[in-house]
Nanobody, 125 residues
Framework: QVQLLESGGGSVQAGESLRLSCTVA????????IGWYRQAPGKEREEVAS???????NYRDSVKGRFTISRGNVKNTVYLQMNNLKPEDTAEYYC???????????????????WGKGTLVTVSA
């Protein structure tokens, strides 16, 4: 059973920093892509940052220069360093991953998408 385990949310003042972490727990063979989404009350879920196994990294415009996504030294862990937080960053943050599983001896694979349960980030002015 695969799970995405998130941590690092909290309540901070504007201008402060937080680091979110997401660990893929379980028996996935590899990660195709992994990243972070957020959902503020009354709004749709939106992608914040993501990275692919090929090294492509994408950020939404509003967080460029403030947020950094990176892989950790711990296997299957990804971080989101969030600096200079703003009240508009307040949201539930979700880890998202597309994981690859080898399904037979010939090496055929299957890709499945997973979501974490979310971690709340609150930024006050």
């Amino acid at each position: 059973q695969v799970q995405l385990l998130e941590s690092g949310g909290g309540s901070v003042q504007a201008g402060e920093s937080l680091r979110l972490s997401c660990t893929v727990a379980g028996s996935a063979d590899s990660i195709d892509s992994i990243g972070w989404y957020r959902q503020a009350p009354g709004k749709e879920r939106e992608e914040v940052a993501s990275m692919t196994s090929g090294g492509y990294i994408n950020y939404r415009d509003s967080v460029k220069g403030r947020f950094t996504i990176s892989r950790g030294n711990v296997k299957n862990t990804v971080y989101l360093q969030m600096n200079n937080l703003k009240p508009e960053d307040t949201a539930e943050y979700y880890c998202n991953a597309r994981l690859i599983f080898v399904i037979n001896v010939e090496g055929a694979t299957r890709t499945r998408e997973y979501w974490g349960k979310g971690t709340l980030v609150t930024v006050s002015a």
